[in-house]
């Protein structure tokens, strides 16, 4: 039986939607949009409740920050209250999104030509990021297996010895598989960063979108030596839907990587708002409530794509044990050589994933399903569709 539906996700229409003004709904007029990693859910009324109370007030002048920065402090409260994971706020700074602190990372903690180990399928614009910045990107694939993606920790091994690779870029939990990683993966991983002393920058912007029994661990609270090597990013945004707000968070932990980055000029990286900080706070402090009920629809809406997905195919693919976005095989919609294309025109769907991700998803589809509950249906019912003549 499916759990009931919420007032407060749930009274979506598709009308009401394409009204808004972002990028997921106005990327594809006259389809619907499951591809932009945005959530179609309302802002938590306690962010919207501090936004405007800061607006109210008037005070959108320059912000107090000099002493003690709140967005470093809540934080840190942050990890100590979900990972017992202890974080100095003095290692801690402020980047306008993760993908930003990725380029700023490798441009201060790595030189042109060092190459880069990177996990396939690899999100988008950290694939292009990579080569971008005259970095070579050493993909190392996750490995399909009976039980799920595998994070092939022996394939990470040899890529990053044959490669020489200074830094690993992890992604956990992982955008698009949807995997968490364990902490006995995470201490292999650990392990072969020290044995080939990688700088690992470690995207964690999902970690609260893990669904039970499956928990986030914090690569740098793994052990002293990990916490030394590892920059640990992430942001409210994916969590409270936010990503307009632009601000997110870097704990820096290699001490040399933090010296260069405080002797650049203060503004060269820009700045995040007040307002993003105001709903950071606002959400890692008063947002539990919402939360809960948040993680109760994407529960009950990955359970909805997962049945779905096994009745176009034999061998469906694994449900994702975080995020909101749902990974699965083209063949399972018996797709052609351009699946992305093909959806859109004959179902009026757009889907994200194909080469973008890297070979490795080159036959993969990425759906995200943090929308209502009719809306998803209508999305499930017209790839069913296109499965129809496949199933079995």
């Given at each position: 039986?499916?759990?009931?539906?919420?007032?407060?996700?749930?009274?979506?229409?598709?009308?009401?939607?394409?009204?808004?003004?972002?990028?997921?709904?106005?990327?594809?007029?006259?389809?619907?949009?499951?591809?932009?990693?945005?959530?179609?859910?309302?802002?938590?009324?306690?962010?919207?409740?501090?936004?405007?109370?800061?607006?109210?007030?008037?005070?959108?002048?320059?912000?107090?920050?000099?002493?003690?920065?709140?967005?470093?402090?809540?934080?840190?409260?942050?990890?100590?209250?979900?990972?017992?994971?202890?974080?100095?706020?003095?290692?801690?700074?402020?980047?306008?999104?993760?993908?930003?602190?990725?380029?700023?990372?490798?441009?201060?903690g790595t030189a042109p030509g060092d190459a880069v180990a990177v996990h396939g399928p690899t999100y988008p614009p950290f694939h292009h990021t990579v080569g971008a910045m005259g970095r070579k990107r050493v993909d190392v694939p996750f490995l399909?297996?009976?039980?799920?993606?595998?994070?092939?920790?022996?394939?990470?091994?040899?890529?990053?010895?044959?490669?020489?690779?200074?830094?690993?870029?992890?992604?956990?939990?992982?955008?698009?598989?949807?995997?968490?990683?364990?902490?006995?993966?995470?201490?292999?991983?650990?392990?072969?960063?020290?044995?080939?002393?990688?700088?690992?920058?470690?995207?964690?912007?999902?970690?609260?979108?893990?669904?039970?029994?499956?928990?986030?661990?914090?690569?740098?609270?793994?052990?002293?030596?990990?916490?030394?090597?590892?920059?640990?990013?992430?942001?409210?945004?994916?969590?409270?839907?936010?990503?307009?707000?632009?601000?997110?968070?870097?704990?820096?932990?290699?001490?040399?990587?933090?010296?260069?980055?405080?002797?650049?000029?203060?503004?060269?990286?820009?700045?995040?708002?007040?307002?993003?900080?105001?709903?950071?706070?606002?959400?890692?402090?008063?947002?539990?409530?919402?939360?809960?009920?948040?993680?109760?629809?994407?529960?009950?809406?990955?359970?909805?794509?997962?049945?779905?997905?096994?009745?176009?195919?034999?061998?469906?693919?694994?449900?994702?044990?975080?995020?909101?976005?749902?990974?699965?095989?083209?063949?399972?919609?018996?797709?052609?050589?351009?699946?992305?294309?093909?959806?859109?025109?004959?179902?009026?769907?757009?889907?994200?994933?194909?080469?973008?991700?890297?070979?490795?998803?080159?036959?993969?589809?990425?759906?995200?399903?943090?929308?209502?509950?009719?809306?998803?249906?209508?999305?499930?019912?017209?790839?069913?569709?296109?499965?129809?003549?496949?199933?079995?």
């Amino acid at each position: 039986m499916q759990p009931p539906l919420d007032p407060l996700f749930d009274e979506l229409t598709v009308e009401d939607l394409r009204r808004r003004p972002g990028v997921k709904w106005h990327v594809a007029p006259d389809a619907i949009p499951a591809s932009v990693a945005d959530m179609d859910f309302p802002v938590a009324p306690v962010i919207a409740d501090a936004i405007e109370h800061r607006v109210r007030r008037g005070d959108l002048g320059y912000p107090c920050w000099d002493e003690v920065h709140p967005l470093r402090v809540a934080f840190a409260d942050r990890m100590r209250e979900r990972y017992g994971w202890s974080v100095d706020p003095a290692h801690v700074r402020e980047h306008t999104d993760v993908v930003q602190g990725v380029q700023v990372l490798l441009h201060l903690g790595t030189a042109p030509g060092d190459a880069v180990a990177v996990h396939g399928p690899t999100y988008p614009p950290f694939h292009h990021t990579v080569g971008a910045m005259g970095r070579k990107r050493v993909d190392v694939p996750f490995l399909r297996t009976q039980t799920g993606w595998s994070a092939n920790t022996t394939g990470l091994a040899d890529a990053v010895a044959a490669h020489a690779c200074r830094a690993l870029l992890l992604v956990n939990p992982h955008n698009p598989t949807g995997r968490v990683l364990t902490r006995d993966e995470l201490t292999e991983i650990a392990a072969i960063a020290r044995r080939h002393d990688l700088l690992v920058i470690s995207d964690e912007i999902h970690a609260e979108l893990a669904f039970a029994p499956h928990r986030h661990v914090p690569f740098a609270s793994l052990d002293g030596d990990t916490a030394a090597r590892t920059v640990t990013l992430t942001s409210a945004s994916k969590a409270f839907n936010l990503a307009g707000l632009r601000c997110s968070v870097a704990d820096i932990g290699p001490q040399r990587l933090l010296a260069l980055r405080d002797a650049e000029p203060a503004e060269l990286y820009g700045a995040v708002s007040t307002l993003g900080v105001v709903a950071a706070v606002a959400a890692w402090r008063h947002g539990a409530d919402w939360q809960q009920r948040l993680l109760r629809v994407l529960d009950r809406n990955r359970r909805r794509v997962a049945a779905a997905v096994a009745s176009w195919t034999s061998e469906p693919d694994p449900m994702p044990e975080a995020t909101y976005l749902y990974w699965f095989g083209a063949d399972a919609l018996g797709l052609g050589d351009d699946p992305l294309t093909e959806v859109l025109a004959r179902a009026r769907v757009q889907l994200a994933g194909g080469p973008v991700f890297g070979e490795d998803g080159r036959r993969y589809l990425r759906l995200n399903y943090a929308t209502g509950a009719a809306v998803l249906e209508d999305v499930l019912g017209r790839l069913g569709g296109l499965a129809q003549p496949n199933c079995v």
